[in-house]
């Protein structure tokens, strides 16, 4: 018989950071606070804990005995809830810029995207992906030179029936970054729509792009970083990042998109496995977080699944488990609005951090 392995579940929220360990029939549960100004250190201490409940003192022999590490977060979603999001800049075919392909007004403006930043290229391709006007060169860098000045931190290229032609898309991406090489230290992400989502719909492209330029920064630096510091400690297999379809995936294969409610929807998926326990088919969960309250719904013994579904409001058709997530948790900030109203929410206090403390820690004081 093999020799059983340890199994890691990690799911990083705004003020706590949880842990879910086995090894065999034995398993251990662990509790640690978020750590805001770098994520990595929170999983990392989940870990240790972990290590050290099952009586390792070395977290590398640990992981060298380690099969599987996943990691969920809200993190993703925390950002959309309290919009702590970088500045977007968006690229659209000439006169979209005020509706972004929809008739009605598109649900982006003035919440995830500011209208100043967003400016228009003259092109054109056809429904069925023919080229009909390509990239002028100068007009794209006079677009890129007004968003900078504007303060974007992303760009966002998304233009008419690019799901059918990418080449007009890649042409200004191509452009940019000839202009801003990656080795400039002012240089910024570029996302394209048509590699995002594949959706024929000009605005759930549009859309899809725009949400995930918003979560892009924070996700990437913290799923590499903690891929990375693993991998340095012995632990010879990818890190897993769950996806809010229920899948997983190596860090390297994942969208910051993917990662949205990835944390609530593992959570619903705990939740049918032990609804099959006890013989029940319809439940409805519910997740009081920091930040966030999550609910969702097993019926008939089966998740639901949207493959329609709106994040934050904003259609973007990416197939995920439906969960409903609302700014309202235990940390939650009540205040006063200028109406003279009550308002609790959406910002949170998140997880305490005695920065005090913290500086002392970095200098090696008690």
């Keep these: 018989m093999a020799k059983a392995q340890y199994t890691v579940d990690i799911d990083t929220g705004g003020t706590f950071t949880d842990g879910f360990f ?42 060298k005995e380690t099969k599987t590490i996943r990691l969920s977060t809200t993190v993703g979603t925390n950002s959309l809830i309290q919009q702590t999001g970088p ?10 810029e005020k509706a972004l392909y929809q008739q009605d007004d598109n649900p982006l ?18 429904e069925n992906g023919e080229l009909v006007k390509a990239i002028n060169e100068e ?26 032609n990418q080449q007009n898309e890649k042409r200004v991406r191509k452009i940019i970054q000839e202009d801003f090489p990656k080795h400039y230290l002012g240089t910024k992400p570029i996302q394209l729509g048509s590699e995002i989502s594949s959706h024929a719909n000009d605005a759930i492209r549009t859309n899809a792009a725009v949400v995930n330029a918003y979560l892009h920064p924070d996700m990437v630096k913290y799923l590499y970083k903690a891929d ?76 639901t699944f949207d493959t329609e579904s709106s994040i934050a409001e904003i259609p973007v058709h990416s197939p995920l488990i439906h969960v409903l997530s609302v700014g309202g948790g235990g940390g939650s900030i009540a205040k006063v609005t200028p109406e003279g109203t009550i308002q609790l929410g959406p910002e949170s206090a998140g997880a305490y951090q005695d920065l005090h403390a913290l500086t002392l820690a970095e200098q090696g004081r008690p």
Excluded: W
């Design 22 to 63: 086995s090894y065999g029939d034995q398993f251990e549960a662990v509790k640690v606070d978020t750590t805001p100004h770098d994520l990595t250190v929170c999983f990392n201490n989940c870990i240790a804990e972990g290590a050290k409940r099952f009586g390792f003192k070395n977290v590398s022999d640990f992981l």
């Design 87 to 96: 500045k977007i800049g968006l690229i659209v075919t000439k006169g979209n």
């Design 109 to 126: 403006l003035n919440f995830l995207i500011q209208p100043e930043l967003v400016v228009s290229v003259d092109e054109e391709v056809s």
């Design 139 to 164: 007009e794209v860098k006079l677009a890129t030179k007004q968003l900078l000045e504007q303060g974007a931190r992303v760009l966002v290229v998304s233009l008419r029936n690019s799901h059918a």
């Design 228 to 303: 990375e510091g693993v991998r340095q400690k012995g632990f010879t297999k990818p890190l897993l990042i769950a996806h809010a379809n229920g899948g997983v995936a190596r860090v390297a294969k994942t969208k910051a998109l993917d990662t949205y409610n990835s944390g609530p929807a593992s959570g619903l998926m705990g939740t049918r496995y032990i609804g099959k326990m006890y013989g029940l088919d319809n439940i409805m969960s519910v997740d009081v977080g920091g930040t966030s309250t999550d609910v969702g719904l097993i019926s008939n013994g089966e998740l």
